[in-house]
């Protein structure tokens, strides 16, 4: 087995830094500040402290490769791009049709303006950033960080019912399955455009319940 270089190291030590220090500011940010600011800067914290640095720091400015399509163009590419939409297409079906209607269009370009800006840094992080490093290790390339991806959303849960049925478990285990299929495919193709868009509906259409059960129902 090959040693790990310490940039390697360091990344591995920050995937679990990262999820016990977001329970812990989301916590303090929703007592302190209440649960709609308080939420709100808890994502902030995590897309200033945590994604953007450690994207910067590990692989600079995202190469254009990362956003590329890509290039193997096979039935079995094309098939690995639908499971990759499925995703928001069951969150689509399970949750936007159900409360678009009831929402409004404050709460809809609530939800696209969060997902515009999650979702992009999120893959990122989780599969621009562990792939880049891990090119050809599948458990710490794919596994492990689709482990702290899941996990990691254990801190917004804690502090905030999702109104998924099955509550925290349900939330956390729905983020681990799309970490598995986004994953996947980044680690495979070396690109995580498909996902940043499968990734931007999901994160769409969830918020537009999420936003309108929590704060204007």
């Not at 450690?54 to 791009?81: C, E, H, M, N």
């Not at 939800?111 to 621009?128: D, Q, T």
């Not at 482990?147 to 801190?155: D, K, P, V």
């Not at 994953?183 to 498909?194: A, E, Q, V």
């Amino acid at each position: 087995m090959n040693t790990l270089s310490s940039k390697q190291k360091a990344l591995l030590v920050i995937a679990p830094a990262l999820v016990l220090t977001q329970i812990t500011v989301f916590q303090l940010l929703v007592r302190h500040y209440g649960d709609t600011l308080g939420y709100l800067l808890g994502y902030i914290v995590y897309w200033l402290v945590w994604c953007i640095p450690v994207t910067l720091l590990f692989i600079g400015p995202p190469s254009s490769i990362l956003w590329r399509f890509p290039a193997d163009v096979s039935y079995k590419q094309w098939i690995a791009t639908a499971l990759v939409a499925l995703p928001a297409i069951a969150t689509c079906m399970a949750v936007f049709l159900p409360y678009a209607p009831l929402a409004g269009r404050n709460v809809i370009l609530l939800a696209l303006l969060f997902a515009i800006v999650n979702a992009p840094l999120e893959e990122m992080l989780w599969r621009g950033v562990f792939p880049s490093l891990f090119p050809h290790n599948l458990w710490l390339g794919f596994l492990y960080p689709t482990f702290w991806f899941g996990s990691w959303h254990l801190a917004p849960a804690l502090v905030k019912d999702s109104g998924m049925d099955g509550g925290i478990l349900a939330f956390v285990g729905g983020a681990v399955f799309m970490g598995l299929v986004w994953g996947w495919f980044s680690y495979r193709y070396k690109s995580i455009l498909p996902s940043t868009l499968a990734h931007l509906l999901s994160n769409f259409f969830a918020f537009t319940g999420f936003i309108y059960v929590n704060w204007f129902a």
